[in-house]
């Protein structure tokens, strides 16, 4: 266990300096990046030992993992954040732990998770994914609600009952105009997110950037990064 803990201070801190130097360089407080380490497919004693290193947000995108993991975890000073895609039938689970939804993107995500939030008698903030390989009224491949539909899926979000609309998020796309170029994929939702606040201020939050190319969503102006593989290692294949 100490070496696997030496393991991800190590790792954690190149992160923290990667994350350090990209703030300084867009002149940028390290303070406005949040990072969000993604735990899929790691166990809950890796979850544990990063909390002990000082991590406090983590997130995972499977519920049949995560709600195990949760309550394995139970005490710890974390917030979760699911990121995966989301079938309604995960989402009376997922409402249990979560607490935050990233990967809200379409309105019948929006009724199942308001329904179940007030089941539980919780808050969830949830994030718009925003889908740009997507036309403007259609979904991504991995999912997320197209540019032109952001509009209505927020108002829808900050309307239900038990629900918090705090913000975008999206993955950097492999296909469409966006395709190998994060940078312009960022900006762009930053744009995006400007249109979002102008009707909802406190949606601030701006989700993107993973180990490969944070350094270009926090030049962009993100203000959480999820981080997986350079904090954790090479994960393992799924069977």
């Given at each position: 266990?100490?070496?696997?803990?030496?393991?991800?201070?190590?790792?954690?801190?190149?992160?923290?300096?990667?994350?350090?130097?990209?703030?300084?360089?867009?002149?940028?407080?390290?303070?406005?990046?949040?990072?969000?380490?993604?735990?899929?497919?790691?166990?809950?004693?890796?979850?544990?030992?990063?909390?002990?290193?000082?991590?406090?947000?983590?997130?995972?995108?499977?519920?049949?993992?995560?709600?195990?993991?949760?309550?394995?975890?139970?005490?710890?000073?974390?917030?979760?954040?699911?990121?995966?895609?989301?079938?309604?039938?995960k989402v009376r689970s997922v409402a249990g732990y979560a607490d935050f939804v990233q990967s809200v993107d379409r309105s019948?995500?929006?009724?199942?998770?308001?329904?179940?939030?007030?089941?539980?008698?919780?808050?969830?903030?949830?994030?718009?994914?925003?889908?740009?390989?997507?036309?403007?009224?259609?979904?991504?491949?991995?999912?997320?609600?197209?540019?032109?539909?952001?509009?209505?899926?927020?108002?829808?979000?900050?309307?239900?009952?038990?629900?918090?609309?705090?913000?975008?998020?999206?993955?950097?796309?492999?296909?469409?105009?966006?395709?190998?170029?994060?940078?312009?994929?960022?900006?762009?939702?930053?744009?995006?997110?400007?249109?979002?606040?102008?009707?909802?201020?406190?949606?601030?939050?701006?989700?993107?950037?993973?180990?490969?190319?944070?350094?270009?969503?926090?030049?962009?102006?993100?203000?959480?990064?999820?981080?997986?593989?350079?904090?954790?290692?090479?994960?393992?294949?799924?069977?």
């Amino acid at each position: 266990m100490t070496d696997r803990k030496d393991e991800l201070a190590a790792n954690l801190a190149k992160v923290e300096r990667r994350i350090a130097d990209a703030c300084a360089a867009a002149g940028r407080p390290r303070e406005d990046v949040t990072l969000i380490v993604v735990t899929k497919t790691y166990p809950a004693s890796d979850v544990r030992i990063l909390a002990e290193l000082g991590v406090r947000h983590v997130a995972e995108n499977r519920d049949q993992d995560a709600a195990p993991k949760a309550a394995a975890c139970t005490g710890l000073p974390l917030t979760w954040h699911f990121v995966g895609q989301l079938q309604t039938n995960k989402v009376r689970s997922v409402a249990g732990y979560a607490d935050f939804v990233q990967s809200v993107d379409r309105s019948k995500l929006v009724t199942a998770l308001s329904k179940e939030a007030v089941r539980a008698g919780r808050e969830l903030g949830c994030l718009l994914q925003v889908a740009l390989d997507a036309g403007e009224s259609e979904r991504g491949e991995r999912g997320g609600v197209a540019p032109g539909g952001i509009e209505e899926l927020a108002d829808l979000v900050a309307g239900a009952p038990g629900l918090r609309l705090d913000g975008l998020m999206t993955v950097a796309p492999l296909t469409g105009e966006y395709a190998g170029r994060e940078q312009a994929a960022f900006e762009r939702l930053m744009d995006l997110s400007t249109d979002l606040r102008r009707s909802h201020p406190a949606a601030t939050m701006v989700s993107a950037g993973m180990s490969a190319d944070l350094e270009h969503a926090v030049a962009a102006g993100a203000t959480h990064v999820r981080v997986g593989s350079a904090v954790l290692g090479v994960r393992p294949r799924l069977g």
